[in-house]
């Protein structure tokens, strides 16, 4: 195996570390807006909806600290991750991480590019959490926390299914009690008999993902240092 450089193991640490910091910094912003806009019920109304408050501006801090969390774990893990798989996972990493950092210049408001956002980031992060999780696991100093990183990887993507099923629900439900129209807008409220739960399941993903990047990290600075 090649020894590591000195100035490598350095910029590994010091973006391990900022992995830590970013995700950190991006589950704290979060919960700010819950906070801030209260007027955004959380168990129905989704992360990005945040950007039609008067703190759209938080928001876009949130993914940009998402995205920077993504990219920093990647350079944080490059020399440890060994196999071809492990190799595809730190890609497609990064390619999350522009999703993620995309969707605080594209907002909700601007359809194709948060679209496109939302893709890469909610379609690409479970996929790397995942073969990055068992590439990691192979190595002994990352065997203790194996177990964990697999859990929240499945539970990333776990969300995504929840996600999925809520949105559908919530919709069925909404036509029921329309008359078989949607709304045109989001209600302030929702009617009787339509049961909100995607907005949970949007914000389980956020926290599955920094979580899993908050290990992770942690991991790889104990492994530099």
Not at 98 to 111: H, K, N, P, R, W
Not at 148 to 171: C, E, H, Q, R, Y
Not at 196 to 207: C, N, Y
């Amino acid at each position: 195996m090649k020894a590591i450089t000195k100035p490598m193991a350095d910029i590994s640490f010091a973006a391990a570390r900022l992995s830590i910091a970013a995700a950190a910094a991006c589950l704290l912003l979060l919960a700010s807006l819950h906070i801030l806009s209260p007027e955004f019920a959380p168990a129905w109304r989704m992360v990005s909806e945040y950007a039609y408050g008067r703190f759209g501006w938080v928001l876009s801090l949130m993914f940009l600290a998402w995205g920077v969390s993504a990219w920093a774990l990647a350079v944080a893990i490059w020399s440890q991750v060994k196999t071809k798989a492990g190799k595809v996972g730190l890609w497609i990493l990064i390619i999350a991480g522009i999703g993620e950092a995309m969707a605080s210049v594209f907002d909700i408001t601007q359809d194709t590019g948060h679209t496109i956002a939302g893709i890469l980031g909610l379609g690409g992060f479970p996929i790397a959490a995942l073969l990055l999780s068992v590439s990691l696991g192979h190595l002994e100093a990352w065997r203790g926390v194996r177990k964990l990183l697999l859990w929240f990887a499945n539970l990333s993507w776990i969300s995504i299914v929840l996600l999925v099923a809520t949105l559908a629900l919530m919709t069925v439900q909404f036509l029921h009690a329309n008359g078989g129209q949607l709304p045109s807008q989001a209600p302030t409220s929702l009617p009787p008999g339509v049961i909100g739960l995607d907005g949970w399941a949007d914000r389980l993903f956020v926290l599955s993902n920094c979580l899993w990047v908050i290990i992770a990290g942690w991991q790889a600075a104990k492994v530099r240092n």
